[in-house]
């Protein structure tokens, strides 16, 4: 009966048989010579050399001449796609198990706790609510996690990015209406990110009363469990900056004991009620879900729920370890997962009525099951394993807001790569608000049994909405036609019951992860409607228009000389073109005199590993157009990579050389002086806009002037840098106008 709910073979087939390539390019390793005027690379780039392209090809609509600037699909250099791949390997499956698995692999601690609490407690345990409740959270791992996940998801990748904006990077050319599953089902994981720290670190603590001395210790204040959590959460965060793969190999060993842990011991426990096998069977579950003794009813679906909730953190950190080693490690991973649930099944089995355990407070199958000289270890290992538990979506939550602002759905960051593997990266903004978050979760709830309460409601919709977005891909990217609509239908129905079902935690706590997600989604829509004004309001003017203004300006010695070498940053990709405010800053905003300007962009390619550059000089020697085609993992150390390119032009002779004659330097180098203007648009009170595009605009740069300055966005930390205000180029209202009067006469 439940097997034909499954997606059918041949249908999976059809997916499976299609293999999709990815073609990523890769830089070669060079080094290049030092530079006066601009400030080496870090050493994370020092290695690397940009490579030059020729005049890019220009594509798009003419319309109000725009063009677009792209890139050749080919850059010369380019090494082979697989230089990019992580390679299936024993370190890099550990770093995995240490990495993707701390959500899903802790969920045994606290799955079984639900079914049991909702469900009368231990003395209404019957045989029935066994095989049926274990059944149900079997077969939801199975066909979220390992179908919809693992099989499926993960073959949805962007140059072996995932997670939910990965996935919106592929589809979104297919319909506008994309953008919302894609902001609803991030902002919601989010969310459930903020929490899932607190909730396993909790849960851990709380276990270690089970052990006699702990308890001694600890007590039955909950303050001093607070107290601990805070602790070990202010660690974890605090860590974050070493990188996912000096963690993932820290936290690796501990975390494949762990599965084995799980494993061995309900193996061991499932000798006292062997029957507990027949759970694998799925009729048993669907019996028990309509059946009269299951006393949570449809709602108990809400807490089997729990036993899947890292499975999106797992499709969100396949840029960190490589689909290869998810696909090595999960059986592992599920078959412990499923001992562990089978183990504790028996022992409710063979303690049901037990009246010396009901006087328990908060009954846990998973610590009551231990033996009492494995106790204390095995309290401890949990422990450990909990607070591991939180890297798979700390991680994950890193990746999300990388995408979404390559996407434009957040602002730029400060973006930190430890390790020589790109996908492995560090926000420091980012890691200090889950940090914050994380401590207000825990004073708020206090306990993990309300924290429970809240967990679980927010990752639901973040399943439906990816489901959305993996039926367009496989729709419409990969052509599929039978098994896109199989799947829609079969898993919106499936989380739809799982989100039914955590509506009634809304009231007892879901409502925080709620409105941290509609905040977090509220960011998105704020600075997305406003680059949407800045982008209507924005005007392009002709570069060879202004030639010979630039050039009097050059040589006019009655302005101050601003620098040898002037910089702007620019959003535009039209080589042709620049952005009115960048004239207005040169020309209108007080001339700004220098011997040659730079008009640099950076564009961010859906390919991560891009690293290339073309240059326009429009037949000058003191016009620059730069074009900066960065990978969205690669740094955007603009002022490291200005370095190198004023080095090739200079080479070349397209950079005549500036005299320098004062320097520290024996021998000044033939570069002058860098100096980077950086433009801050402002609206006017004046300004004729409604009042929804004045409201979003504001929020879009108050949301700026919290995520921290754009030289640290750059790389520009170390350069010279100036901030120059610009308006915001709108139609102003009208007004009526003065009348004079004499100095002696009133009106």
């Known amino acids: 009966m439940a097997e034909r709910h499954i997606p059918p073979k041949h249908a999976l087939k059809e997916f499976n048989e299609m293999d999709q390539k990815t073609k990523v390019?890769?830089?070669?390793?060079?080094?290049?010579?030092?530079?006066?005027?601009?400030?080496?690379?870090?050493?994370?780039?020092?290695?690397?050399?940009?490579?030059?392209?020729?005049?890019?090809?220009?594509?798009?609509?003419?319309?109000?001449?725009?063009?677009?600037?792209?890139?050749?699909?080919?850059?010369?250099?380019?090494?082979?796609?697989?230089?990019?791949?992580?390679?299936?390997?024993?370190?890099?499956?550990?770093?995995?198990?240490?990495?993707?698995?701390?959500?899903?692999?802790?969920?045994?601690?606290?799955?079984?706790?639900?079914?049991?609490?909702?469900?009368?407690?231990?003395?209404?345990?019957?045989?029935?609510?066994?095989?049926?409740?274990?059944?149900?959270?079997?077969?939801?791992?199975?066909?979220?996690?390992?179908?919809?996940?693992?099989?499926?998801?993960?073959?949805?990748?962007?140059?072996?990015?995932?997670?939910?904006?990965?996935?919106?990077?592929?589809?979104?050319?297919?319909?506008?209406?994309?953008?919302?599953?894609?902001?609803?089902?991030?902002?919601?994981?989010?969310?459930?990110?903020?929490?899932?720290?607190?909730?396993?670190?909790?849960?851990?603590?709380?276990?270690?009363?089970?052990?006699?001395?702990?308890?001694?210790?600890?007590?039955?204040?909950?303050?001093?469990?607070?107290?601990?959590?805070?602790?070990?959460?202010?660690?974890?965060?605090?860590?974050?900056?070493?990188?996912?793969?000096?963690?993932?190999?820290?936290?690796?060993?501990?975390?494949?004991?762990?599965?084995?842990?799980?494993?061995?011991?309900?193996?061991?426990?499932?000798?006292?009620?062997?029957?507990?096998?027949?759970?694998?069977?799925?009729?048993?579950?669907?019996q028990f879900l309509f059946s009269s003794n299951n006393h949570a009813g449809i709602m108990i679906l809400g807490s089997c729920f729990l036993a899947t909730t890292g499975a999106e953190a797992l499709y969100s950190d396949m840029g960190h370890v490589g689909k290869g080693n998810i696909y090595a490690t999960w059986p592992f991973v599920k078959v412990c997962l499923i001992l562990s649930y089978l183990g504790q099944g028996a022992w409710l089995l063979a303690n049901a009525g037990n009246a010396d355990l009901a006087t328990i407070e908060d009954l846990n199958p998973f610590f009551q099951m231990l033996p009492d000289m494995m106790r204390p270890f095995g309290v401890v290992l949990s422990a450990l394993a909990a607070i591991i538990a939180s890297q798979a979506l700390i991680t994950g939550a890193f990746s999300l807001v990388s995408e979404a602002s390559r996407l434009d759905l957040m602002p730029h960051l400060q973006v930190f790569y430890p390790a020589e593997t790109k996908g492995q990266l560090y926000i420091p903004l980012v890691n200090k608000v889950m940090w914050v978050g994380c401590i207000v979760v825990v004073l708020l709830f206090q306990s993990s049994a309300h924290m429970e309460a809240a967990y679980g409601l927010a990752i639901t919709i973040t399943m439906l909405c990816t489901t959305v977005l993996l039926f367009i891909y496989l729709h419409s990217v990969?052509?599929?036609?039978?098994?896109?609509?199989?799947?829609?239908?079969?898993?919106?129905?499936?989380?739809?019951?799982?989100?039914?079902?955590?509506?009634?935690?809304?009231?007892?706590?879901?409502?925080?992860?709620?409105?941290?997600?509609?905040?977090?989604?509220?960011?998105?829509?704020?600075?997305?409607?406003?680059?949407?004004?800045?982008?209507?309001?924005?005007?392009?003017?002709?570069?060879?228009?202004?030639?010979?203004?630039?050039?009097?300006?050059?040589?006019?010695?009655?302005?101050?000389?601003?620098?040898?070498?002037?910089?702007?940053?620019?959003?535009?990709?039209?080589?042709?073109?620049?952005?009115?405010?960048?004239?207005?800053?040169?020309?209108?905003?007080h001339p700004k005199r220098a011997r040659a300007w730079w008009f640099v962009n950076v564009e961010v390619m859906d390919d991560p590993y891009t690293f290339a550059y073309s240059v326009e000089n429009f037949d000058t020697d003191y016009i620059f157009r730069v074009h900066l085609f960065l990978g969205y993992k690669v740094n955007q150390r603009v002022n490291a990579y200005l370095r190198q390119i004023v080095q090739d032009l200079s080479a070349s002779g397209e950079l005549p050389p500036q005299r320098r004659d004062y320097s520290v330097y024996k021998r000044p180098g033939n570069i002058g002086s860098f100096q980077f203007c950086m433009l801050r648009k402002t609206l006017a009170p004046e300004s004729d806009i409604d009042s929804r595009e004045r409201t979003a605009i504001s929020l879009k740069y108050a949301i700026r002037g919290f995520a921290g300055s754009p030289a640290q966005w750059f790389g520009l930390e170390n350069s010279s840098v100036f901030v120059e205000y610009v308006p915001l180029f709108t139609k102003f209202k009208s007004f009526d106008k003065l009348t004079r009067i004499a100095p002696d006469e009133r009106p």
């Open 478 to 589: 990969r052509k599929l036609k039978f098994f896109p609509f199989v799947f829609v239908v079969f898993f919106v129905m499936l989380e739809g019951f799982f989100f039914g079902s955590s509506l009634t935690k809304f009231f007892h706590g879901g409502y925080f992860t709620i409105l941290l997600a509609a905040l977090i989604m509220s960011v998105m829509l704020c600075w997305y409607a406003g680059t949407a004004v800045e982008r209507r309001q924005a005007t392009l003017l002709p570069v060879r228009s202004y030639l010979d203004q630039l050039a009097r300006l050059r040589d006019d010695q009655t302005y101050d000389l601003v620098a040898d070498n002037l910089v702007y940053l620019t959003n535009g990709t039209n080589t042709d073109y620049l952005d009115r405010d960048i004239l207005f800053s040169i020309f209108d905003k």
């Open 25 to 286: 390019e890769q830089p070669e390793s060079e080094h290049s010579a030092e530079t006066d005027g601009v400030a080496a690379p870090p050493s994370s780039t020092g290695s690397i050399s940009l490579k030059r392209v020729k005049k890019a090809e220009q594509t798009g609509k003419r319309g109000r001449g725009r063009k677009t600037v792209r890139p050749p699909k080919t850059i010369e250099g380019a090494a082979h796609p697989k230089a990019h791949t992580i390679p299936v390997s024993l370190g890099a499956m550990l770093v995995t198990i240490g990495v993707v698995y701390g959500d899903i692999g802790t969920s045994p601690m606290y799955v079984t706790k639900a079914l049991l609490a909702g469900n009368g407690g231990i003395m209404s345990v019957t045989e029935e609510f066994v095989l049926g409740a274990l059944s149900l959270v079997i077969w939801t791992v199975t066909l979220l996690t390992t179908i919809k996940y693992v099989l499926v998801s993960l073959k949805a990748d962007n140059s072996g990015e995932g997670g939910i904006f990965a996935l919106y990077s592929i589809v979104r050319r297919f319909g506008k209406w994309l953008i919302i599953p894609a902001m609803l089902g991030g902002s919601a994981l989010l969310a459930d990110g903020v929490l899932t720290p607190a909730v396993t670190i909790t849960t851990a603590v709380e276990g270690l009363r089970t052990i006699p001395e702990m308890h001694a210790l600890i007590g039955d204040n909950q303050t001093n469990v607070v107290i601990i959590t805070l602790a070990i959460v202010c660690i974890l965060f605090a860590v974050q900056r070493a990188g996912t793969s000096k963690i993932g190999r820290a936290f690796g060993p501990v975390m494949t004991f762990w599965f084995l842990f799980l494993g061995g011991v309900g193996l061991i426990s499932m000798f006292a009620a062997p029957q507990v096998l027949l759970a694998i069977n799925p009729i048993y579950g669907i």
